[in-house]
């Protein structure tokens, strides 16, 4: 429930207010706004009846919360999150760039891609030292020493990094190494793994699951902010569909769907959401165009050679090219390059 609090409400009215609320058992929250104080309810709904609230002098007016999720809803929450990835914000007006290879290869191909993602304006480095391969005989990642290496070529080149988590056993050392943890789209849905993300102080970065619907994936960031973290990032990712054509397909409708829905900054990832590297450019600028905040895109020094992901991952011209062809697309759609 959303109680939309009167003008002049004081303080001490939304205290008594929000101790009602808690004696009932459910979880109250307080939203002061520039205009008004607005306080929710979560949990059983029917149990509010009880408390009058209709009939209160100092209340304006009551809604239901109809949808599942309620703590990442925009009613509940009407402003934009933001969150604080290294020194740039991610959800505000600017649109924030994460580049980088797939994964954590070696040092000396780390540093070069890296490079090149700085020098043409991304604000942060991606690169798994955990790897969700769909074959066990596929390269796994280099694990605790990846996480050095990521660490390592981050503070060299005075950029915050992004890598995955998949086990709640190394969301420690992750936590440790990493600015931002991300939650690859085959974990999206686990959920022991959500609720631990949900005590670190760590941003997350949460990717759509291949088969998951938008409210599926709300849920699942749902699962993040009840254990805690408000800290969280959806990532659209792309989708198994009929289409085979490209790897996936990217869902820019969820991308427009969640930004009125939810306060969480959205981004998109291009090179997994088509798989097919000259595709990434032309997706990225109808994902500027359509409302995302940013970008995680694979960037590789010499993609033929990768280890993973080849195929999707840009040349570094192409990151260069589309760093500049995104200026005039975001100017359009009234923002900048954070
Ligand atoms: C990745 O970002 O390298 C990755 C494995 O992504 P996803 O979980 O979206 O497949
Ligand atoms: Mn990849």
Same mark, same amino acid.
């Given at each position: 429930?959303?109680?939309?609090?009167?003008? &002049?409400?004081?303080? %001490?009215?939304?205290?008594?207010?929000?101790?009602?609320? &808690?004696?009932? /058992?459910?979880?109250?929250?307080?939203?002061? @706004?520039? %205009?008004?104080?607005?306080?929710?309810?979560?949990?059983? &709904?029917?149990?509010? *009846?009880?408390?009058?609230?209709?009939?209160?002098?100092?209340?304006?007016?009551?809604?239901?919360?109809?949808?599942?999720?309620?703590?990442? #809803?925009?009613?509940?929450?009407?402003?934009?999150?933001?969150?604080?990835?290294?020194?740039?914000?991610?959800?505000?007006?600017?649109? $924030?760039?994460? /580049?980088?290879?797939? $994964?954590?290869?070696?040092?000396?191909?780390?540093? +070069?891609?890296?490079?090149?993602?700085?020098?043409?304006?991304?604000? /942060?480095?991606?690169?798994?030292?955990?790897?969700?391969?769909? +074959?066990?005989?596929?390269?796994?990642?280099?694990?605790?020493?990846?996480? =050095? =290496?990521?660490?390592?070529?981050?503070?060299?080149? @005075?950029?915050?990094?992004?890598?995955?988590?998949?086990?709640?056993?190394?969301?420690?050392?992750?936590? %440790?190494?990493?600015?931002?943890?991300?939650?690859? $789209?085959?974990?999206?849905?686990?959920?022991?793994?959500?609720?631990?993300? @949900?005590?670190?102080?760590?941003?997350?970065?949460?990717?759509? @699951?291949?088969?998951?619907?938008?409210?599926?994936?709300?849920?699942?960031?749902?699962?993040?902010? $009840?254990? /805690?973290?408000?800290?969280?990032?959806?990532?659209?990712?792309?989708?198994?569909?009929?289409?085979?054509?490209?790897?996936? =397909?990217?869902?820019?409708?969820?991308? *427009?769907?969640?930004?009125?829905?939810?306060?969480?900054?959205?981004?998109?990832?291009?090179?997994?959401? =088509?798989?097919?590297?000259?595709?990434?450019?032309?997706?990225?600028?109808?994902?500027?165009?359509?409302?995302?905040?940013?970008?995680?895109?694979?960037?590789?020094?010499?993609?033929?050679?990768?280890?993973?992901?080849?195929?999707? #991952?840009?040349?570094?011209?192409?990151? %260069?090219?589309?760093? &500049?062809?995104?200026?005039?697309?975001?100017?359009?759609?009234?923002?900048?390059?954070?």
């Amino acid at each position: 429930m959303i109680i939309v609090l009167k003008r &002049e409400a004081t303080q %001490e009215i939304a205290d008594e207010i929000l101790s009602r609320i &808690e004696q009932k /058992g459910l979880k109250p929250l307080f939203m002061p @706004g520039t %205009e008004r104080v607005v306080l929710g309810a979560l949990g059983d &709904e029917r149990v509010l *009846a009880e408390l009058n609230l209709d009939g209160h002098p100092m209340v304006e007016s009551l809604k239901p919360i109809l949808s599942p999720y309620k703590l990442v #809803s925009r009613e509940m929450h009407p402003h934009d999150t933001i969150v604080r990835f290294g020194k740039a914000n991610i959800g505000g007006p600017s649109f $924030a760039v994460i /580049g980088g290879p797939c $994964a954590v290869e070696t040092e000396d191909r780390l540093r +070069s891609s890296a490079s090149v993602v700085k020098a043409a304006g991304a604000i /942060g480095i991606r690169a798994g030292a955990y790897k969700p391969r769909s +074959s066990p005989y596929s390269f796994q990642g280099h694990g605790p020493e990846g996480l =050095t =290496t990521l660490r390592t070529i981050g503070d060299e080149l @005075g950029l915050p990094v992004v890598t995955e988590v998949m086990d709640t056993a190394d969301v420690e050392a992750v936590a %440790e190494k990493a600015d931002m943890l991300q939650v690859g $789209a085959r974990n999206m849905q686990n959920f022991s793994l959500l609720k631990v993300l @949900g005590k670190v102080d760590k941003p997350v970065l949460l990717k759509r @699951g291949l088969a998951a619907k938008v409210e599926d994936l709300l849920l699942a960031a749902e699962y993040l902010l $009840a254990a /805690g973290n408000e800290q969280v990032i959806l990532c659209e990712r792309g989708i198994r569909t009929f289409e085979t054509a490209t790897r996936n =397909t990217l869902d820019l409708n969820a991308v *427009a769907y969640m930004k009125q829905k939810t306060h969480l900054p959205v981004m998109v990832d291009p090179s997994h959401g =088509t798989g097919v590297r000259d595709l990434v450019i032309p997706m990225s600028l109808a994902a500027a165009a359509c409302g995302a905040d940013g970008l995680l895109v694979e960037v590789h020094e010499n993609p033929v050679d990768a280890w993973s992901d080849g195929a999707q #991952s840009l040349y570094p011209h192409q990151f %260069e090219t589309m760093m &500049e062809t995104l200026k005039p697309v975001l100017a359009a759609v009234g923002r900048d390059l954070a």
